[in-house]
């Protein structure tokens, strides 16, 4: 079921810190300005919008392909892929969903709806903390306008946009959707408001 998905996973970790997922381009500047965001926060909130387990990936482990980012991004998971889920997460949405991939110990029974912590100083795919909310809360949950990744698929006006399945998550670059409205993890005190007020000012 996710043989295709998982088959990208490591190309997906390796190329890209935030896959940026927009209707239409999303500046350089705009980026740089979310990553200047995220590391200034030193620790984000992000939710799940899928959990796949990490033995999914056995046969790209069994690959020798690839860049060194790859092999060494194998090295760091494919000796304990059965203690590990792949877990795709999104921390903010405002004219692009920002969402990437992170590893995370399989005893976290993660699910779609979730609420993760992320260190921002850590590697992107590596920079799972702990689990804020198994299941939203009054206070802690996604905000604003809903996250449109959070039940597997990216809809507007109701209809799922045609290729985002088989692309969103294998091309970090990929255009597919843009939206004027904005939201994102609201957690005990903690705000996507705050963390990302300069990016969302420059937009």
Known sequence: MYTNTLNKSFLLLAVVS???VSGCATSQSSKDVFLRDQQKAGVVYAQVD???PGIEGK???EKTDGTERIKEIRSKICGRLNEVNWVRV???KNKALFNNMEIVPSTMTLKIGSIVRLDTSKEVGFRFVDVAAY???ETCKWMGSGNDLADDKLTTAGKVVGGFVAGAL????AAFYATDRQGGVECNGWSYKTAYSDYLRSN
């Not at 294998?170 to 670059?173: G, I, Q």
């Open 18 to 20: 935030t896959a940026f």
């Open 135 to 137: 299941e939203e809360t």
């Open 90 to 92: 999104t921390t903010l």
């Open 50 to 52: 899928k959990v796949i």
């Open 59 to 61: 046969s790209d482990c």
């Open 170 to 173: 294998v091309l970090p670059a």
